[in-house]
């Protein structure tokens, strides 16, 4: 399993971009790049997967460079419904070893 | 809704109460799990299920007895509880174990408090 590095906590402002950097050197060849989104006392929500260069859908873009070892989840003007953890994994076992770490706190002000 | 539906949402009992906590799931997933997230902590494996056999049973004691009568349904049957055991009891699914990239579906959990 991959170790990743975010970010502890970000603020930002309704209607700007937010860009959170998620670190992975260690990164296997099959592993993928995995996002979740968690409010309190909710279950984490899947919000963007990939393996390489970009992908985009309707909530955010995930950028991934080359070579991998880092990812940066992007949100287009956040609003204050966005203030949630913003969970990054980097793994490959399917959901046998899901494993979560602390996740980046988002908070977003008025 | 992500599918994935648990009862009850909040829960409170004593130490030595019995309680179980149902998670149904509507997704047609073959794998599930329960997670444990205690206050400002990250979310914890406690069980996993496939194809309604237990693959993963990490180091949780036994007061903590999981069960899954198929694929749709998993419960969690607590008894004698301390009070370190209050958290957010999280199921999820997912289409398989095996696949690279398995995404996880989550419930809106349980909020248990033991006093």
């Known amino acids: ?110 | 809704e992500t599918g994935v539906t648990q009862t009850p949402r909040h829960l409170v009992m004593g130490m030595t109460n019995k309680k179980s906590l149902k998670c149904e799931q509507h997704l047609g997933h073959n794998a599930m799990y329960w997670y444990k997230q205690s206050a400002k902590k990250p979310l914890e494996l406690m069980f996993v299920y496939s194809l309604e056999e237990r693959v993963e049973n990490n180091s949780v004691p036994s007061r903590f007895s999981p069960e899954c009568p198929n694929s749709s349904h998993l419960f969690l049957h607590l008894h004698t509880l301390q009070p370190e055991d209050s958290a957010l009891y999280l199921c999820a699914s997912s289409q398989d174990l095996d696949r690279d990239n398995e995404k996880l579906f989550f419930g809106s959990g349980t909020q248990l408090s033991v006093l």
């Open chain 1, 1 to 110: 399993l991959a170790k990743t590095t975010q970010p502890i906590s970000m603020d930002s402002y309704e209607g700007q971009e937010v860009n959170i950097t998620c670190s992975h050197n260690n990164i296997a060849t099959n592993d993928y790049i995995t996002w979740y989104q968690q409010f309190p006392s909710q279950g984490p929500r899947f919000i963007i997967q990939g393996y390489k260069t970009k992908v985009t859908n309707e909530v955010a873009s995930l950028f991934i460079p080359a070579d991998r070892k880092s990812s940066t989840l992007s949100l287009p003007r956040v609003s204050l419904s966005d203030t949630a953890v913003y969970y990054c994994l980097a793994q490959n076992t399917g959901g046998f070893k899901t494993i979560f770490g602390a996740g980046t706190r988002l908070f977003v002000k008025a």
